[in-house]
């Protein structure tokens, strides 16, 4: 089990350290609120 927390210890960390660049990318806020905004 340790290594399972880990390895999700260590993708949290990457998915948040990788969270500022797509903060920079306006199409991929387009492509997630994109869908939801048509849902409504």
């Not at 949290?12 to 991929?28: S, V």
Request: no cysteine.
């Amino acid at each position: 089990s340790g290594h399972r927390d880990w390895n999700s210890m260590r993708r949290y960390t990457h998915l948040r350290g990788n969270g500022d660049k797509y903060e920079d990318w306006p199409w991929l806020e387009q492509i997630i609120e994109g869908p939801t905004i048509e849902a409504r």
